[in-house]
Structures are given as C-alpha cells and as structure tokens.
C-alpha cells in the first residue's frame, strides 16, 4: 500500500493544531504565576517621570498625605530594600511618589499617583511604566515576605533584561 504524500503533509499541519486547539479548550495549560508581586488591573504611566536615570527599573513608595504608619514604614524599609539589591544596585533606582518633599534624601522624589495606592511599593520600568504592586501589611514580619518578594521577581526581571 502506497501512502499519498499530500496525506501525510496534512496530517503533519493538522495533527499540531488540533492538539493546540484541545490544550486551549480544556484548559491543559498551567495557570499559576511565579511572580510574588501583584499586576495592575490597568496600565498606569506615572506622568512625570523622568528619563534621564539610565536605571532599568525603580522601586517606587506611593506616599500620599493622608498615609501615616504605613508609608513611614515603607519609607524606612526602602534603605535596606536599595542595599539588599546588592550588586544590581547601579541598575536600580528608588524614588517616593510624595504631595510634600519627604526626608528621603538620596531617593528621587516625584508628585504622588492618585491611580496607586498610599503606602504601597511599586516596581516601575525604565519608561514609567507601573509593572508590580506590593502591597503594605500591617504585620512586620508579613511586609518582610513581601519585600522579599518584590527583591526575587526584581532580580528575576534583571536577569531576564540582561538575557535578552
């Protein structure tokens, strides 16, 4: 029996599609994340943003004027969040989005988001574009997990940047 070699081209572009077709429709395909940060619900651009930095990504504390404890707790946090980045500390910056100039010295200060929460940390790219929320807790030792958290996906989005 000779087999037509139209048939098996077909079946060679079928077979792959519907294969496709059936992992999409009953769901085969892994749905968890691997990132520990939050993703926006929708895009914001931080509008004053600044491209001279040649930084590729900033750890940003929204610090509106009505956030007390929360923001003076980020805000002490962010000096030991620069440090614990380590070596990618020349690829990163730090900046408060604050009404007021707070005394956050060495961090770059920019007119606070009424789009992002008070108090929350925030990983923003090279073009002021917010990727990442973080949200603050009210327990030390969860807000520790949650830096953490945004140190492993900013050292996963740095090892990515450099590999591409």
Known sequence: MKT?????????????????YAALKLEWLPTGSSNYGHFLDREVRLD???KTEHKQWTIALNYPADCSLACEQQLAALSNLYIAVGKNQHKVAVAVLAEQPKDAAPWQQLAVSKQLQGGDLYLVDHHGLVVLRYPFSADPQQNRLVQKGLLKDLKKLLNYARSS
């Not at 037509?4 to 496709?20: D, G, H, K, R, S």
Request: net charge neutral.
């Open 48 to 50: 004053n943003w600044q």
């Open 4 to 20: 037509n070699p139209l048939y098996i081209f077909l079946a060679c572009c079928l077979v792959p599609l519907a294969l496709a």
